[in-house]
Structures are given as structure tokens and as C-alpha cells.
């Protein structure tokens, strides 16, 4: 019987080394990225079955990474393993194409359920989050109401490396953009947010458990 391929894609050394040890009793793993781009080069040259991937890498995210995948590697099934729990995050990882979310906090058995959910073709969410998010698309207003629900995946990592003391110029450069481009995000967090200045940002980066 062939074993279910999967692709890893996470910049954390030591949990991708014994995720590959822990996985391979099962599953067939084609290969780890720790990026972004390496993530969407490696996934179109293994066609793996699955990919878990986290959101928050170097350069490319995660999500922007799936997007790409998605039309590249069309029977790629893309599973998110990731400590993001916030219910816009979430959303916004299935709009990219995302087949399955489950939480860095997850038991092996879990996500072994889950890789073999998506690659059945099915969606799985980690029930941590699962009974959140009906309730929320249940209300009326299907999303929350507060300013940081409207921050995206790449501003929260930008947001994230401000608040652990990141010049505009690092953060640029972790995340493999121009300085211009990081300093337009920063701007658009502010409007978004309210705030006039670096010190507001970080105190948000604190509520949304960023840091």
C-alpha cells in the first residue's frame, strides 16, 4: 500500500528533525523547507500528497506559500501546523486554499489524523479551535469587530518582530522584503489600528499575544 507523501515547511530546526523521525513510522517524507519559497520550489518538484507547513516563516509566509502551491501543485493538500490560533488567521489560511489547521500544541495521533483527513480529500480543523470558529460565522457579524481582526498574516509578523526589538530595517530583511515595502505595512497597521506611533504597535503586538 503506498504511504501518504508529505512536504514539512517550518523554519524550526529541532521540531522539523523529530517531527521527520516521529512521521516516517507512516507517512512517506519527501523533504523539509524552511521557507516559504523553498516550500513552493519543493512542492512542485516532489507533488507531495500533503504539505504541513507553518504560517510564520522567512520571506514568504506560509499562507502566501500555499497560494502559490495551490495553483502550481493543483493535487497538493495543505495541512497548517502553527501556533496562530487567532480566528482571522484561520480564515484567512482556507481562503489561501488551506485543507486542514491544527496547533503546534496537538498530540502525534492528532496530527496524524489530520494528514490522513486531507489526503482523503477532506477538511480538518483542530477541534481547540473548531467550536470558535462555527460560533463565530454563526453571529451575524461572521468576524470580529475589533481594528486587529483586519491585520494580515504579514503584518502580524512584522508587528511580532517590532515588538521583540526589530529595527524596520531587520524586520525587512528576516522577511525578505525592501525596507519600503515593511515601512508601507507599518503605516497601514497604524491606520488600521488608530495609533501614531511604534510604542501603540507594540502594546497591540502584547494583546494579540504576538510576544
Do not use: W
Amino acid at each position: 500500500m503506498k504511504l501518504i507523501s508529505v512536504l514539512l515547511a517550518d523554519d524550526h530546526l529541532l521540531l522539523m528533525d523529530s517531527l521527520v523521525l516521529l512521521l516516517r513510522r507512516d507517512f512517506d517524507v519527501v523533504g523539509i523547507a524552511h521557507d516559504g519559497k523553498s516550500m513552493v520550489e519543493m512542492a512542485k518538484q516532489h507533488r507531495p500528497d500533503v504539505i504541513v507547513a507553518d504560517i510564520s516563516m522567512p520571506g514568504i509566509n506560509g499562507i502566501d506559500a500555499t497560494r502559490v502551491v495551490i495553483k502550481e501543485v493543483r493535487s497538493a493538500r495543505i495541512l497548517f501546523l502553527t501556533m496562530h490560533s487567532d480566528l482571522p488567521v484561520v480564515e484567512e489560511a482556507f481562503k489561501a486554499g488551506a485543507a486542514g489547521f491544527v496547533l503546534k500544541v496537538c498530540g502525534m495521533e492528532e496530527l496524524s489524523e489530520a494528514i490522513r483527513t486531507v489526503a482523503a480529500g477532506k477538511t480538518y480543523i483542530t477541534p481547540l479551535i473548531g467550536g470558535d470558529l462555527i460560533s463565530t460565522l454563526m453571529t451575524s457579524g461572521a468576524r470580529d469587530s475589533s481594528r486587529e481582526t483586519t491585520l494580515t498574516v504579514r503584518q502580524r509578523e512584522i508587528l511580532r518582530l517590532l515588538a521583540e526589538g526589530k529595527t524596520m530595517k531587520e524586520a525587512a530583511a528576516v522577511m525578505d522584503i525592501s525596507a519600503r515595502t515593511a515601512e508601507s505595512h507599518k503605516y497601514e497597521m497604524m491606520r488600521k489600528l488608530g495609533v501614531q506611533t511604534t510604542a501603540e504597535l507594540i502594546r497591540h503586538a502584547i494583546r494579540l499575544k504576538l510576544v
